[in-house]
């Protein structure tokens, strides 16, 4: 059966091009224009034929995408949410993602990026196993089976050593890593360089990590040993 997808966005072009792109791609497109007829949309769905995803616009009339989003997790509704909007702010993506969103899309966007969205929050949910390849430590997200990363909802791009270290670190929260350790982790047994390039790994990470990289909260330094996760 192919998933059955909500579109809710109260611009007419938009909704009709985010349908139609949807479609063309087998997904079976229900739309709406306002947050109440979403709401009574997903509560009167028929009992094993409710919405696979919604994709879900913030800027509604009357009631707003973030009040759509509470009143579903709520009520125990766990439909995955893919908000999509024009709001690009990091408290926009945080409280968005804060309120049960499960990831986020700032407008403009292409039409292959939405359906790739799409396709891998449906991943996610339909597969336990997958889903549980979700990694998540405060406004961070690592996703195991796409090596991918996303802070406040924005990808970010990693080196595939940076992606290793972040990952490992992920794994085993707060315990302390030498950097021996993490050579023999990430690099290899076999690895004979300067450990300081551990150092410049971490202080890469921080960057595109950290919203103040000299004062970080995720990868912190534990003089004398090594650094921790958390």
């Known amino acids: 059966?192919?998933?059955?997808?909500?579109?809710?966005?109260?611009?007419?072009?938009?909704?009709?091009?985010?349908?139609?792109?949807?479609?063309?791609?087998?997904?079976?497109?229900?739309?709406c224009g306002n947050g109440r007829d979403a709401l009574q949309s997903i509560q009167r769905a028929p009992e094993g034929e409710g919405f696979s995803l919604v994709v879900l616009d913030l800027m509604l009339p009357g009631l707003g995408g973030l009040d759509v989003c509470r009143q579903l997790r709520a009520a125990e509704n766990h439909t995955p949410i893919l908000v999509v909007s024009a709001r690009d702010s990091e408290t926009d993506r945080v409280l968005g993602l804060e309120v049960?969103?499960?990831?986020?899309?700032?407008?403009?966007?292409?039409?292959?990026?939405?359906?790739?969205?799409c396709r891998?929050?449906?991943?996610?949910?339909?597969?336990?196993?997958?889903a549980s390849k979700v990694l998540e430590h405060a406004n961070l997200r690592l996703f195991q089976d796409e090596c991918r990363v996303t802070r406040d909802g924005y990808e970010v791009n990693l080196s595939p050593k940076e992606y290793r270290l972040l990952e490992l670190f992920m794994q085993h929260p707060r315990?302390?890593?030498s950097r021996d350790k993490l050579l023999e982790q990430v690099w290899g047994a076999d690895y004979f360089g300067?450990?300081?390039?551990v150092d410049v790994h971490i202080r890469w990470l921080r960057e595109k990590l950290e919203t103040s990289p000299s004062a970080p909260q995720h990868l912190i330094t534990v003089r004398g040993f090594g650094y921790r996760f958390g």
Not at 4 to 27: H, M, N, P, Q, W
Not at 100 to 117: H, N, Q, S, T, W
Not at 194 to 197: A, F, N, P
């Open 120 to 130: 891998a929050l449906l991943r996610r949910t339909s597969n336990p196993t997958a």
């Open 194 to 197: 300067d450990s300081k390039t």
């Open 1 to 31: 059966m192919e998933p059955r997808l909500l579109v809710v966005e109260d611009d007419d072009t938009i909704r009709e091009t985010i349908s139609d792109a949807l479609a063309l791609e087998g997904f079976t497109v229900t739309a």
């Open 100 to 117: 049960g969103a499960d990831d986020y899309l700032i407008k403009p966007f292409g039409m292959r990026e939405l359906v790739a969205r």
């Open 175 to 177: 315990r302390v890593w």
